[in-house]
């Protein structure tokens, strides 16, 4: 039977989660790995994917695309990908979608190539998706995907996912941000809490402050503020650093030598994560460049020196989206970043005076990730789903569909650029005991929408019947029989995601009852 996966995808590295057996489960890559790096090389003819194309990207730099996510929330803004040197050409074609010229070495001889950023998501996907088959010994079809607060609201951003998962013979349940997804696993949030996520990512970071009530896990972004710093702005720290040592030794410049720079780029963020524990790192790199050795060393004290510059920038990042609350109870650090001494130090002092009881370190892609895998249970629960034309409705409880063909939205392309999105023709509510129509989801809504009500009721024997209906139908297009607990509000939810429309109802006791319609 096919199953749904979560995939968390970082400018560095994704990961992929499955709940099994009753609880959120990272998947193992064929390497032994929990992470699997988010690089894409063409090299020699073929499209390699995850540490194969890592370590290509030392040897040929010019072959290989990473940092997808930040391409992603830059999409219209070539210049300032440009700016980040990142080792590969980007421009916008006609329909203004992103460009990516890579060189291709076939047979001896290099030539050019290029490839649009749907396309490199694509094989990402692709590859996600034979590490989970291959794990789990089951197809999967549908995929969960977290991505930064920024890139979620963006239609654009959204479609290209979408278009690429449908590329990679997967279909898009969800697109959440990584924030809320990496509160999913944690035990230690046990009611109404304001959480406070600092996501130290490979290129940028972002803070967000969260209410999220565990009990349902229902959330609401109260604040968000974003730095364009991360933890690869670390490494790069410590390769000037061994680079200007290398050149005293040697009077080697490795300006012009890109090879040489990726095979120092990569020791150093091997460094950086030692000193997250040790006061001192060494590195040592055979042929680093005209066939000379380089062994090198730092302590952390004078890491944290030369990085003062961009612990500082996420500090006060982190400073400014905390400065309207009036309190929070948690605190929890993700990413990159988390290996570096001195930003948990400055975020240990912002908690002690905040008064917050808790500072949780995570790795993002992995926290997200299991996020996912929670999220892809509750999904799993709705079963296989009954075809009406040419949608389907999956549900629990007593979810029923009403006889009616319905238009459920259309293909809408903000961008203009062919990355389509569902939006909803017309405004989603619930029908009242008096009939009127209450609009939740306005129309127009573009995904991933959400609205939730709290309702007072007066359940008989029977329970209540809750209602859903599109502004102005006739009927309703589908019902929920829910027997709450006397005296309780009935809590209410409409979903429009990029794959279709979820309702839900719970009395936050326990009884419950869902549907989802996918397009």
């Known amino acids: 039977m096919s199953c749904i996966f979560g995939i968390s995808i970082g400018n560095e590295n994704m990961t992929m989660s499955a709940y099994q057996g009753g609880e959120p489960v990272v998947i193992v890559n064929a390497h032994g790995s ?16 995850g540490d194969i194309a890592k370590s290509i990207s030392v040897k040929r730099p010019k072959e290989v695309v990473h940092s997808l996510p930040f391409l992603l929330a830059n999409a219209n803004d070539v210049s300032k990908v440009r700016q980040k040197k990142l080792g590969f050409d980007l421009d916008l074609d006609d329909s ?24 490199c998501f694509a094989e990402l996907l692709k590859a996600a ?62 009611s109404t809490s304001t959480v406070v996520v600092v996501d130290c990512g490979g290129l940028t970071s972002e803070c967000a402050a969260i209410k999220f009530n565990s009990e349902n896990s229902t959330y609401s972004l109260i604040s968000n503020n974003s730095a364009e710093v991360g933890s690869r702005d670390y490494d ?11 050149h005293k030794k040697t009077r080697i410049d490795l300006i012009d030598d890109r090879r040489g720079r990726r095979k120092l780029l990569a020791a150093s963020e091997i460094a950086k994560k030692a000193l997250s524990t040790r006061q001192q790192a060494t590195v040592e790199i055979e042929a680093l460049s005209e066939g000379v050795d380089f062994n090198g060393n730092v302590t952390q004290s004078r890491f944290s020196a030369m990085a003062s510059d961009v612990t500082s920038k996420i500090t006060d990042m982190v400073k400014k989206c905390i400065s309207d ?8 650090l993700i990413g990159g970043g988390v290996q570096t001494a001195q930003l948990r130090d400055n975020l240990n002092t912002i908690l002690s005076k905040s008064g917050a009881t808790n500072l949780s370190v995570r790795e993002t ?140 109802a719970n009395d936050g006791k326990g009884n419950k009852a869902s549907a989802e319609l996918n397009y």
Request: glycine share 10%.
């Open 129 to 190: 998706k034979t590490e989970v088959e291959s794990f789990l010994g089951n197809a999967v079809t549908d995929v969960i995907v977290t991505l930064s607060t920024d890139i979620c609201p963006d239609a654009k951003a959204v479609g290209i996912v979408a278009m690429a998962a449908e590329q990679a013979g997967l279909n898009v349940k969800r697109v959440v941000r990584n924030s809320t997804s990496a509160l999913l696993p944690s035990q230690e949030l046990k």
């Open 325 to 332: 609350l009036e309190s929070f109870e948690h605190f929890m």
């Open 34 to 49: 929990r992470n699997t790096p988010a690089y894409v090389a063409f090299s020699e003819g073929e499209v390699v994917v």
């Open 365 to 504: 892609s992995e926290q997200s990730s299991l996020g996912t895998a929670i999220q892809s249970s509750h999904c799993q629960e709705s079963g296989l789903g009954v075809p009406v034309g040419n949608s389907f409705w999956k549900g629990t409880g007593k979810a029923k569909l009403k006889e009616k063909d319905h238009s459920w939205g259309s293909e809408h392309d903000p961008s203009g650029i062919g990355s389509k999105v569902r939006v909803t023709d017309k405004a989603l509510g619930i029908v009242c005991p008096n009939g009127n129509f209450k609009s939740l989801l306005p129309a127009g809504s573009i995904p991933p929408a959400v609205a939730k009500i709290s309702l007072p009721v007066e359940p008989t024997e029977d329970g209540v019947v809750i209602e859903f209906a599109e502004e102005g139908a006739g009927i309703p297009f589908a019902t929920l029989d829910l027997k709450p607990v006397t005296g309780t509000s009935v809590n209410i939810s409409i979903t429009a995601n990029v794959s279709g429309v979820a309702v839900s």
């Open 236 to 246: 790069d720290v410590l390769c000037k650093y061994f680079s200007t040592e290398f």
């Open 96 to 119: 203004g979608e992103q460009i990516i010229g890579v060189m291709t070495t076939i047979a001896g001889s290099e030539d050019s190539s290029t490839h649009t950023l749907t396309e």
